[in-house]
């Protein structure tokens, strides 16, 4: 079993910039890949992918609605995994939940077997 925590999401203005983080525990050693997806106010039941990365060559993808201002990145073991959000928009308000698979090393934005509770951002105009 593989525990995931995230924290780091809170109140922030717009143009202004966060960083979030997510802890893995428990069985990580078979972890692929690790991603971000987030849920938007009004679409609670759709998780939209954000960005993914390889825990082993640290390959990523984004989502084209993150624009460039959405940096994934994990620390040196791979345990941690981070999101940085710069120039913040009010659409970028969400829950952001952390992901992770150990299925396939492919980085994608589907097949994740365990998910994190979230991380609320508000973003104030």
């Known amino acids: 079993q593989v525990f995931l925590a995230e924290s780091g999401g809170g109140l922030v203005q717009t143009g202004g910039s966060l960083r979030l983080s997510c802890a893995a525990s428990g069985q990580t050693d078979g972890i692929n890949v690790m991603a971000w997806f987030r849920q938007t106010p009004g679409k609670e039941l759709e998780r939209e992918f954000v960005?993914?990365?390889?825990?082993?060559?640290?390959?990523?993808k984004y989502a084209e609605s993150t624009e460039g201002r959405f940096t994934i990145s994990l620390d040196n073991a791979g345990n941690t995994l981070y999101l940085q959000i710069n120039n913040l928009k009010t659409e970028d308000a969400a829950v952001f939940h952390c992901?992770?698979?150990?299925?396939?090393?492919?980085?994608?934005?589907?097949?994740?077997?365990?998910w994190g509770q979230g991380t609320q951002v508000i973003v104030s105009s």
């Open positions: 992901a992770a698979r150990r299925r396939a090393a492919i980085v994608t934005s589907a097949g994740y077997e365990y």
């Open positions: 960005a993914a990365i390889n825990r082993n060559d640290l390959t990523t």
